[in-house]
């Protein structure tokens, strides 16, 4: 399995609602990442796991809040977001985090949009 | 802090021409270089990944050649298609992040 797994592929919610992005992968691989790209933009990094441990916070708003329960799966969490926060949000992952750690991997993404 | 260029922004070609896609970087010393393929609201497919120790990269109809020393990456593809639409990403990991260019927005028309 080559592959990163991005669900829901469309999700739209209201700003009061709670919801989560799941992305799974079976490679091995025990760095994973949430990024969020914007249109015509490209990816901005979010948060960086190594080893199921938030190893990178690049400043995101606690309205997002990522966990990664085990080494194949990550999850991020969405609550009181803003219609600005209409992105997509797609997740990654690599064998190491480290500048040498092999090509990344993407997955398809997730297109959210809040209304 | 790396800064990734690409040029051109957009690219039209009629099918069957080659193409070539150029990346810049500004800090020569990176560990890799990653070619990516992004369709509109999709996500990122990899089409190549040079290691800072090579020259070159191929896959069928794409090459990737990497100077690390003047700071430029090329993607040729051979013979476009009207499949090889889309947007094209460079990266490059030289930090623990890797830092994108904005891209080059191809359309080959038939």
């Known amino acids: 399995d080559t592959e990163v797994t991005q669900t829901p592929k469309h999700l739209v919610m209201g700003m009061t609602n709670k919801k989560s992005l799941k992305c799974e992968q079976h490679m091995g691989h025990r760095a994973m990442y949430w990024y969020k790209q914007k249109a015509k933009k490209p990816p901005e990094l979010m948060f960086v796991?190594?080893?199921?441990?938030?190893?990178i916070n690049e400043s995101v708003p606690s309205r997002f809040s990522p966990e990664c329960p085990n080494s194949s799966l990550l999850n991020l969490h969405l609550h009181a977001l803003q219609p600005e926060d209409s992105a997509l949000y797609l997740c990654?992952?690599?064998?190491?985090?480290?500048?040498?750690?092999?090509?990344?991997?993407f997955g398809s993404g997730t297109r959210l949009t809040v209304v | 802090k790396q800064e990734v260029t690409q040029i051109p922004a957009a690219l039209s070609v009629p099918e069957g021409e080659n193409l070539v896609l150029n990346c810049s970087f500004t800090?020569?010393?990176?560990?890799?270089l990653q070619w990516f393929r992004q369709d509109p609201g999709k996500g990122l497919t990899s089409l190549l990944l040079i290691q800072s120790s090579q020259r070159e990269q191929t896959s069928g109809r794409l090459n990737a050649s990497l100077d690390k020393s003047s700071g430029r990456s090329t993607l040729y593809i051979a013979a476009s298609q009207p499949g090889d639409s889309a947007t094209y990403l460079c990266?490059?990991?030289?930090?623990?992040?890797?830092?994108f260019g904005a891209g080059t927005t191809v359309t080959v028309r038939a």
């Open positions: 990266a490059v990991s030289d930090d623990y992040k890797l830092s």
């Open positions: 796991y190594s080893y199921e441990k938030l190893s």
């Open positions: 990654a992952s690599s064998q190491e985090w480290r500048p040498d750690g092999g090509g990344y991997t």
């Open positions: 800090d020569s010393a990176i560990y890799n």
